[in-house]
C-alpha cells in the first residue's frame, strides 16, 4: 500500500495491493504532512483503488478495483463503489449507497442515503463545457432515489426522494419526488405500480 499524508484505518480492514491512500490534492503536493484518509471500520479496499487526502468514508465501506475518489468526498456508512467508478471530490455519499461500476459522479455532487446508482451513469456539473461559467454544480439525488444504467443527469438537476430515473435517460430538469423520468429527454411520468404476486 501506498500511503500519502495522515491516514487513519478502522479495524478489521481488507486491503489488496496495490492501492494508494491520502494522494495529495493540488494545494498538498510536493508536501509529506497533510490531512489523509479516514476509513471506518471493516473497510474492503479492492486492487487499483486511489484515495486521495481529506477523504473520509463509514464503516463497511468498499471499493471495486481502479476506483479513484478524489479529494473532500465524504462518505457514510455501508457503501459500496463499483470497478473503474471515478467521483471527482468534494462530494457527498450518504449511507446504504450502492453505485454500480464504471459511473462518474462529478464535482459537486450530493448524494442521499438508500441511492441507487447503475453501470455507465453519467452525472454533469458544467452547464457550459468547458468555460465553467455559472460554477460547477453537480445533481443532487435524494434518499431512495434509483437511477437506471446509462442515464445521463445534467448539472443541478435535483432527483426527488423515491424517484426513478429509467435506463439510458437524459435528465434536463428536476424530478419531483416519487415520480419517474423516462427518455431522452426525460419526461416526467408516475411510477409503474408492482404487480401483486400471489
Keep these: 500500500m501506498t500511503s500519502l499524508g495522515r491516514n487513519t484505518i478502522g479495524e478489521g480492514a481488507r486491503i489488496y495491493e ?14 509529506t504532512d497533510f490531512p489523509g484518509v479516514t476509513l471506518g471500520r471493516n473497510a474492503t479496499i479492492r486492487s487499483g483503488t486511489i484515495l486521495y487526502c481529506e477523504v473520509v468514508a463509514g464503516e463497511d465501506f468498499q471499493t471495486g478495483h481502479n476506483v479513484m475518489i478524489r479529494e473532500q468526498t465524504r462518505i457514510g456508512d455501508r457503501v459500496a463503489v463499483g470497478t473503474n467508478t471515478i467521483c471527482e471530490g468534494h462530494c ?23 441511492v441507487f446508482i447503475g453501470p455507465h ?44 430515473v429509467a435506463a439510458g435517460s437524459v435528465v ?24 401483486a404476486r400471489g
Excluded: C, W
Design 92 to 114: 457527498r455519499i450518504g449511507s446504504d449507497v450502492s453505485i454500480q461500476s464504471m459511473a462518474f459522479i462529478p464535482t459537486n455532487t450530493v448524494i442521499g442515503d438508500r
Design 121 to 164: 451513469v453519467v452525472l454533469t456539473n458544467d452547464r457550459y463545457p468547458p468555460t465553467g461559467v455559472g460554477g460547477l454544480s453537480g445533481p443532487v439525488i435524494e434518499d431512495g432515489a434509483a437511477i437506471g444504467a446509462n442515464a445521463t443527469l445534467l448539472p443541478g438537476v435535483r432527483i426527488g426522494p423515491g424517484a426513478l
Design 18 to 31: 496495490p492501492v494508494t491512500l491520502g494522494f495529495p490534492s493540488r494545494e498538498y503536493l510536493g508536501m
Design 172 to 195: 434536463t430538469r428536476d424530478v419531483p419526488p416519487g415520480m419517474l423520468a423516462l427518455g431522452n429527454p426525460a419526461r416526467i411520468r408516475a411510477k409503474p405500480v408492482p404487480e
